[in-house]
């Protein structure tokens, strides 16, 4: 499961999140959420996962590569 800060950024615009809302529901620390955005530091592929799929379950899409750079976007009707 992949994500990049940019995908980790837009995802919690398009949810209203603030990192303390995506550190909660992922149960990560707020500081793991500012230092993978700003592209300080990859957090661990466990972590990484938490991240993703805690903002999958608030109806995000990741869009992987396709020649066009990864996205995302929201679910219909979340």
Do not use: H, Y
Request: with cysteine.
């Amino acid at each position: 499961m992949s994500l990049s800060p940019a995908q980790c950024r837009a995802a919690r615009a398009l949810i209203e999140w603030s990192r303390d809302d995506l550190a909660e529901k992922a149960g990560v620390a707020v500081r793991t959420i500012s230092d993978f955005e700003s592209g300080r530091r990859e957090p661990i592929r466990a972590t990484v996962t938490m991240i993703r799929s805690s903002l999958e379950a608030a109806g995000v899409i990741f869009v992987d590569e396709n020649g066009e750079g990864p996205g995302v976007r929201l679910r219909k009707g979340a």
